[in-house]
């Protein structure tokens, strides 16, 4: 079964502070990793995917199938990144299955 | 392209009633999936469709949820008769499979429902 896990509902860090938001999967198979991003008042985007291998507004996320984890990271948040951060799957059906989410607060 | 346009854009309504949400995905996109999204549980599946047809919707709460996609540039969801716990933000989004950009989803500014 598909199933993707973000055990933090909530992350908050000083502005500048290194920043890993934590995502853990479960698939049988080789699977897609995706971040999606949902700041204030705006839709749902996506952040990166982990195919891509590149960094998105700083953010980096490595897929490790070891661990079955994706994590989010970001070496010195900034203010604007604060926003709602999902974790999604995508495996063989097309099917994208989205974790909890994940609420992260940069204070100033 | 306006990207995908879903209304109401808010809904409140009364117990029993029912409600019909509407979603126009981009133009050339053959995959759609309806979301509800809720603070206890994050972003849930309802259904999604390829090329208009209903590929995977265990996700559908139970028999009072419905969806339809009649044609490739419009679906409904529809709840009969809703019920309180129904009150979320409910999403529809589209992709294009077979491209570069496959199982990347554009999403809709979503549809908040209230149910007294």
């Known amino acids: 079964a598909q199933r993707v896990t973000q055990p933090e509902k909530l992350l908050s860090v000083f502005k500048g502070a290194p920043v890993e938001l934590k995502c853990n999967y479960s698939y049988s198979g080789s699977p897609e990793l995706f971040w999606y991003v949902q700041y204030s008042r705006q839709r749902l985007q996506l952040l990166l995917r982990h195919i891509s291998r590149e960094s998105i507004k700083g953010f980096t996320a490595d897929l490790n199938k070891g661990e079955t984890s994706f994590h989010l990271k970001k070496p010195f948040a900034q203010e604007e990144d604060s926003a709602m951060y999902y974790c999604?799957?995508?495996?063989?059906?097309?099917?994208?299955?989205f974790g909890q989410g994940t609420t992260l607060q940069v204070k100033p | 392209d306006a990207g995908v346009i879903q209304s109401p854009r808010h809904e409140v309504t009364e117990m029993g009633q029912e409600v019909t949400l509407r979603c126009k995905p981009i133009?050339?996109?053959?995959?759609l999936f309806w979301y509800r999204q809720t603070m206890m549980r994050g972003l849930e599946l309802l259904i999604y469709?390829?090329?208009?047809?209903?590929?995977?919707d265990s996700g559908m709460p139970e028999d009072r949820f419905s969806a339809k996609m009649p044609n490739a540039s419009f679906s409904t969801l529809k709840i009969q008769p809703s019920e309180p716990r129904d009150s979320a933000v409910y999403f529809c989004a589209s992709s294009l499979d077979g491209s570069s950009g496959a199982n990347v989803l554009t999403f809709g500014a979503g549809s908040r429902l209230t149910v007294l």
């Open positions: 469709f390829n090329n208009n047809v209903p590929i995977d």
């Open positions: 999604a799957l995508s495996g063989r059906s097309g099917k994208l299955i």
């Open positions: 133009s050339g996109h053959n995959s």
